[in-house]
């Protein structure tokens, strides 16, 4: 048996990094990804397969022998892509666009061929510095004061996705309360606020920087405010906790919510987390890009009185996933609060503290070096293009708004704000609540089994709401003139029982 093994060994000529095999299959590969590129709009968007459908068409064990590339991607081909929702489809309305873009993904290659692993300064001084300077690109872009960038007094890094930015600057946050006051405050007693639209990353950061579930405060919103966090009704519940003996710690705002890009007023908002002395995060995800545009920018005001804002250029910016941006005015709060300082990294750089050590204000250790593809598409694209890319995919929402409002069986639910339209099929003028949401629900599913558009839901304040998020990056306004048509015969259908 051994020696049946041996004859079949191949180690002795395995180089898995032969830059010749790597030219020409990386050609065949990039090949392969612009044919996609070209039919990602012929497949259904909405996969249609059950649960497990993978398993029955897959060996149950890895190959002992090599097997060519051809093979592996005709299987790419036969048996992964019918598995998948395709985000990059002219016709993907749902959730947000998860953007991307030919300068992306060439900044990718770079990224992950160099492989640099650039958790300190020293192990890829390239990697942090195009990393604090491209955050301090993309603050100047949002005209954000320099309390947020480097050549300021504060900084910016890229974090995998928002829920990364979140947890550390809650952990940022927790530690200095815990540490400035004493035994006054307690983790037990320590309290955070959002409003019932914040992203449910939220509570599941809270939940892990150890803030007690029941501590974890969601003010409710309501459609007469677009549901927007009201300050009033967040100085009552701060006031009460305060009166109870709890400490506030923690606001998170957001600029466009992801249920309906709701915006959170930023002014009222931070005079009330300064006069608590809670630590006030913005969380602009989605909506911070458009802010590029001076006439969005009015989104951000009152951004000079907060202590952090993240935002990811993987929606909106065109730089595949994932790629988060977190600027802080007080990088030294999550340094203290991350920090780590193992013998096998000591080196006189850091030692010095005349560098960054991004691993200091991230959870991990090992980090990409993200920021070339940023700087790819700053650079190739320019402030100009990227403009013209947020309005573009505006103009096209409002397309999509205008033809719902033409029609009187349907209704826009919630003021548009950016590229989303929140609207529902109304023909009963909401007399029927349970009926009309029904309809919807029909109308939904209706539209994405047919595999052309799809487009997914929300409920807000007891409505539920369809959501048609315009913005892949391959969408041209025929694919919402086409989607529109396509809901109106879905409507016709189900209004008429066919
Ligand atoms: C999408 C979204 C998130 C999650 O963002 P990721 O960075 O993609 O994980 C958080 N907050 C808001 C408001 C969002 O829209």
């Known amino acids: 048996m051994g020696s049946l093994d041996c004859s079949a060994d191949t180690s002795s000529e395995f180089k898995p990094l032969d830059p010749e095999d790597f030219r020409n299959q990386a ?137 990364d930015a979140i947890l550390v600057t809650l952990i940022a946050a927790r530690d200095r309360m815990l540490r400035t006051r004493g035994s006054t405050a307690t983790i037990q007693k320590l309290a955070v606020y959002c409003s019932d639209q914040t992203h449910s ?9 150890g803030i007690s579930p029941c501590n974890v405060k969601a003010i409710p919103t309501n459609l007469d405010t677009a549901f927007a966090l009201s300050a009033s009704a967040l100085r009552l519940a701060v006031e009460a906790d305060v009166a109870s003996g709890l400490v506030p710690l923690y606001l998170c705002a957001t600029v466009g919510t992801t249920s309906t890009t709701a915006i959170d007023p930023l002014p009222p908002l931070s005079d009330l987390a300064s006069e608590f002395g809670m630590w006030m995060h913005v969380d602009a995800a ?11 920018r009015h989104y951000l005001e009152g951004i000079e009185r907060v202590d952090s804002l993240s935002l990811s250029p993987h929606k909106w910016l065109l730089t595949y996933l ?17 920090s780590t300082d193992p013998e096998y990294l000591k080196n006189k750089p850091s ?59 349907f209704e826009v639910v919630v003021p548009r704000n950016f590229a989303l339209v929140c609207f529902r099929l109304n023909p ?51 694919h919402v003139a086409a989607a529109w048509k396509l809901i109106k015969e879905g409507a016709y259908a189900v209004l008429n029982g066919v």
């Open 351 to 409: 030692e010095s503290k005349s560098v960054v050590d991004y691993k200091d204000w991230q959870v991990g250790t090992g980090r990409k070096f993200k920021s070339l593809r940023l700087w790819f598409v700053l650079r190739s694209y320019g402030v100009v293009s990227l403009q013209s890319h947020i309005r573009s995919d505006i103009r096209m929402a409002k397309t999509f708004e205008g033809l719902v409002k033409s029609d009187p069986r």
């Open 27 to 163: 050609h065949k590969v990039v090949d392969f990804i612009a044919d996609y590129y070209k039919q990602v709009e012929t497949y259904p968007v909405l996969t249609q397969v059950q649960p497990d459908y993978l398993r029955a068409r897959l060996p149950q064990t890895a190959p002992y022998l090599p097997e060519p590339l051809e093979t592996i991607l005709s299987d790419v081909t036969k048996d992964i892509i019918p598995g998948m929702t395709h985000w990059l489809s002219p016709n993907f309305f749902g959730f947000f666009p998860a953007t991307v873009s030919t300068a992306a993904f060439l900044g990718e290659m770079l990224c992950t061929s160099f492989n640099a692993v650039s958790f300190n300064w020293l192990a890829s001084p390239a990697a942090t510095e195009l990393e604090m300077i491209v955050t301090d690109w993309l603050a100047n872009m949002l005209k954000l004061p320099n309390t947020f960038m480097f050549s300021g007094t504060g900084g910016g890094v890229i974090q995998n996705t928002s829920s």
């Open 322 to 338: 994932d790629c988060c941006c977190l600027w802080v005015t007080h990088p030294n709060l999550l340094v203290q609060a991350l």
């Open 428 to 478: 009963f003028s909401g007399e029927d609540p349970e009926r009309t949401e029904a309809l919807n629900r029909k109308l939904l599913d209706w539209v994405n089994s047919t595999g052309r558009v799809y487009m997914t839901h929300t409920k807000v304040g007891g409505i539920y709401i369809l959501r048609f998020a315009v913005g892949a990056t391959l969408t041209e306004e025929h």
């Open 201 to 209: 990353t939220f509570a599941k950061a809270a939940k892990l920087a």
């Open 286 to 296: 989605y909506g911070g890009s458009a802010c590029i545009c001076p006439e969005f």
